[in-house]
């Protein structure tokens, strides 16, 4: 690992990938639901959102998040 957090492969460096875990509630869900997420350490942080059709609906940067939980709230309506 380059002390950019890279390793070098054959086709480039490529990033470091945290352990992450996903999971939301309420599941299913109508309106609203909170995705949690949890990282063994920092790491920038994208969302997708699908419908059950395989559709994106919502695409979110929530940036730079700290190693443990952080809870991303999604209102649905969007």
Do not use: C, K, W
């Not at 990282?39 to 998040?65: C, H, K, P, T, Y």
Request: proline fraction near 9%.
């Amino acid at each position: 690992m380059t002390p950019g957090g890279t390793v070098p492969t054959a086709v480039g460096e490529t990033p470091i990938i945290p352990s992450m875990a996903v999971s939301n509630y309420p599941n299913p869900f109508s309106t609203t639901t909170a995705i949690e997420v949890t990282l063994d350490r920092e790491a920038r942080v994208n969302v997708e959102i699908f419908d059950v059709a395989g559709r994106r609906v919502r695409a979110m940067s929530v940036g730079q998040v700290a190693a443990g939980v952080r809870p991303i709230h999604f209102d649905g309506r969007d």
